[in-house]
């Protein structure tokens, strides 16, 4: 299994780009979650998804937007990039609490800054 | 909503001697406890994990930490460390999503 992947690992964008992160994971997973990671804060949820078709927001949506056709990817679509953006994300997928053991999966992480 | 507040933001120490990360941890409802490793330029890893049944648990690498339900505590100990421990250490509870501390960095010197 390749657990989690993402891609770019890194990227730089332009004020007012878009872009999308991909994410994808070969583990049957039914939880993906995207979160961000900024020095001191820990790391922040922004959307996740509990299955094909079903999304919702985390603690710090606001930029970002999702979708899940498919139990494997989960993107994340950066509509207008800021520079408030410039952070790692880290996408993360798990099985469905009360079925396992409610341990999620990292990605390797994407590195965007946005000038 | 629950929220998990790590007591030290940078904790440096010597090598082979005992180290504790302090997790503190606010819910009103049983929760799920979480310790990470993130080492540099990659992912987290799971160290260990509290579900329920005995309050000291074991992790990988050494790591142990002991649930404190009265005191709302999760602390990640280890009796003696080596310089490959050094990383970020994210303690983190699950009440329908995961919420994570902010990070406690810890460095071992030689």
């Known amino acids: 299994n390749a657990g989690v992947t993402q891609t770019p690992k890194f990227q730089v964008l332009k004020t007012g780009q878009s872009m999308t992160l991909q994410c994808a994971q070969d583990?049957?997973?039914?939880?993906m979650s995207w979160y961000r990671q900024d020095p001191g804060m820990g790391l922040r949820l922004i959307h996740y998804s509990v299955g094909a078709g079903i999304t919702d927001q985390g603690e710090v949506p606001n930029g970002y937007n999702v979708s899940r056709s498919t139990t494997e990817d989960f993107p994340l679509r950066l509509l207008s990039a800021a520079p408030s953006q410039t952070s790692v994300y880290f996408c993360?997928?798990?099985?469905?609490?009360?079925?396992?053991?409610?341990?999620?999966?990292f990605g390797p992480g994407t590195r965007l800054t946005v000038t | 909503a629950q929220s998990v507040t790590q007591l030290d933001s940078q904790v440096p120490v010597f090598e082979e001697a005992p180290v504790e990360l302090r997790c503190n941890y606010s819910?009103?409802?049983?929760?799920?406890l979480f310790w990470y490793v993130q080492y540099p330029n990659q992912g987290l890893q799971l160290l260990l994990k509290?579900?329920?049944?005995?309050?000291l648990v074991k992790g990988i690498n050494g790591f142990e930490a002991e649930f404190n339900k009265s005191q709302t505590s999760f602390h990640l100990r280890k009796p003696s460390v080596h310089i490959s421990d050094t990383a970020e250490y994210f303690c983190?509870?699950?009440?329908?999503?995961?919420?994570f501390g902010q990070g406690t960095i810890l460095t071992v010197h030689p």
């Open positions: 583990m049957n997973h039914e939880y």
């Open positions: 819910s009103s409802v049983s929760v799920y």
């Open positions: 509290y579900l329920s049944g005995s309050t």
């Open positions: 983190a509870c699950h009440y329908g999503k995961l919420t």
């Open positions: 993360a997928s798990s099985y469905a609490p009360g079925l396992r053991s409610y341990e999620q999966y």
